[in-house]
C-alpha cells in the first residue's frame, strides 16, 4: 500500500517510515521539510494523491492553549478533506492517553478536539492513544524545576520508547481500519516523581525531585490514573532502565 506519513521527519514519523517500508510498503513522509504544510493545506493534495492510509503524526510548534487549539482543528480539518476528495480509505492519527480525564488542559482539550474532528468524517479511521515518551522525560523535569527542586505529583506513570509507538502505529496502518481507539503503553507503570528521580540519577543531574500532590502536568492536577491506560492496552517491549542504558550521559 501507499501510505502517506503526515510529520514524517518527526520524532515518531521519522521512525515509522523505514518501518513501513521494511513492511513491503511504499511509505511516503511528509512536512514542511517536503513542502507539506498542514496549517495552510499547501501540498496536502499532492501528499496524499494515491494513498491507502494516511497516517498523522504532527504537532503544534505551539503549546499555548489558542494556539494549539487552532493548530489541531484547522491542520486535521484540512488533511481531511484533502484525504476525502482523494479517496484514502484509512485515517490513523497520534494521540495520547488520558485526553479525556484532563479538560483542564489546553493541550489535550486541543487533542480531544481534533479526535472529535476525525469520529466525525466519512473516511474510517484509527486513533492510538499513547503514554508520554521516554525521550521527553528530560523536558518534563526541566519544566517541573524551580532552582535547583523538581515538583511532580506521584501519580501513576506509564512512560514508552518512542520507537514501540512508532512499531504500534505500523501496525495499525497497516490493518483493517477500527473506528476506534486504541491504547499503547511502556511495560512498566511508576511513581511520576520516582520515574524522574531515577532519570535524572542516570543523567548525573544535581536536582532534587520532591513528591507534591499539587503540582501540575499539562496546565493541570493528576488524579492517581490521569496518564496510564485502562486494561486491556497494547504494551511496548523496551523497559525504561534499558533504554536509560542506551542514552549519553549528561550532567545537567
Do not use: C
Given at each position: 500500500?501507499?501510505?502517506?506519513?503526515?510529520?514524517?521527519?518527526?520524532?515518531?514519523?521519522?521512525?515509522?517510515?523505514?518501518?513501513?517500508?521494511?513492511?513491503?510498503?511504499?511509505?511516503?513522509?511528509?512536512?514542511?521539510?517536503s513542502g507539506?504544510?498542514?496549517?495552510?493545506?499547501?501540498?496536502?493534495?499532492?501528499?496524499?494523491?494515491?494513498?491507502?492510509?494516511?497516517?498523522?503524526?504532527?504537532?503544534?510548534?505551539?503549546?499555548?492553549?489558542?494556539?494549539?487549539?487552532?493548530?489541531?482543528?484547522?491542520?486535521?480539518?484540512?488533511?481531511?478533506?484533502?484525504?476525502?476528495?482523494?479517496?484514502?480509505?484509512h485515517h490513523?492519527?497520534?494521540?495520547?492517553?488520558?485526553?479525556?480525564?484532563?479538560?483542564?488542559?489546553?493541550?489535550?482539550?486541543?487533542?480531544?478536539?481534533?479526535?472529535?474532528?476525525?469520529?466525525?468524517?466519512?473516511?474510517?479511521?484509527?486513533?492510538?492513544?499513547?503514554?508520554?515518551?521516554?525521550?521527553?522525560?528530560?523536558?518534563?523535569?526541566?519544566?517541573?524545576?524551580?532552582?535547583?527542586?523538581?515538583?511532580?505529583p506521584p501519580?501513576?506513570?506509564?512512560?514508552?520508547?518512542?520507537?514501540?509507538?512508532?512499531?504500534?502505529?505500523?501496525?495499525?496502518?497497516?490493518?483493517?481500519?477500527?473506528?476506534?481507539?486504541?491504547?499503547?503503553?511502556?511495560?512498566?507503570?511508576?511513581?511520576?516523581?520516582?520515574?524522574?528521580?531515577?532519570?535524572?540519577?542516570?543523567?548525573?543531574?544535581?536536582?532534587?525531585?520532591?513528591?507534591?500532590?499539587?503540582?501540575?502536568?499539562?496546565?493541570?492536577?493528576?488524579?492517581?490514573?490521569?496518564?496510564?491506560?485502562?486494561?486491556?492496552?497494547?504494551?511496548?517491549?523496551?523497559?525504561?532502565?534499558?533504554?536509560?542504558?542506551?542514552?549519553?550521559?549528561?550532567?545537567?
Open positions: 500500500m501507499k501510505i502517506v506519513v503526515i510529520g514524517g521527519s518527526g520524532l515518531i514519523g521519522s521512525k515509522l517510515v523505514p518501518k513501513l517500508r521494511a513492511q513491503g510498503h511504499d511509505a511516503v513522509a511528509a512536512s514542511l521539510n507539506v504544510n498542514t496549517l495552510t493545506g499547501e501540498g496536502l493534495a499532492e501528499a496524499v494523491e494515491g494513498a491507502s492510509v494516511v497516517v498523522d503524526v504532527t504537532n503544534s510548534p505551539s503549546f499555548e492553549d489558542s494556539a494549539v487549539l487552532q493548530f489541531f482543528e484547522t491542520s486535521t480539518r484540512n488533511l481531511l478533506d484533502a484525504e476525502a476528495s482523494a479517496g484514502v480509505g490513523v492519527a497520534l494521540s495520547i492517553v488520558g485526553t479525556e480525564r484532563l479538560p483542564d488542559s489546553g493541550y489535550l482539550s486541543a487533542k480531544v478536539a481534533q479526535e472529535k474532528l476525525i469520529k466525525g468524517s466519512s473516511i474510517l479511521y484509527s486513533i492510538v492513544h499513547a503514554t508520554q515518551f521516554f525521550e521527553f522525560v528530560a523536558r518534563i523535569a526541566d519544566e517541573a524545576t524551580t532552582g535547583d527542586t523538581v515538583h511532580l501519580v501513576l506513570f506509564q512512560p514508552m520508547a518512542a520507537d514501540d509507538v512508532a512499531a504500534a502505529l505500523a501496525t495499525v496502518a497497516a490493518g483493517a481500519p477500527i473506528n476506534g481507539t486504541i491504547e499503547v503503553a511502556g511495560p512498566d507503570q511508576f511513581r511520576f516523581d520516582d520515574l524522574i528521580r531515577q532519570a535524572l540519577h542516570a543523567r548525573h543531574a544535581p536536582r532534587e525531585v520532591v513528591a507534591d500532590p499539587h503540582a501540575p502536568y499539562s496546565g493541570t492536577a493528576l488524579a492517581e490514573r490521569s496518564l496510564v491506560p485502562d486494561d486491556p492496552a497494547t504494551l511496548g517491549a523496551t523497559r525504561f532502565e534499558k533504554w536509560l542504558d542506551d542514552q549519553p550521559a549528561t550532567g545537567k
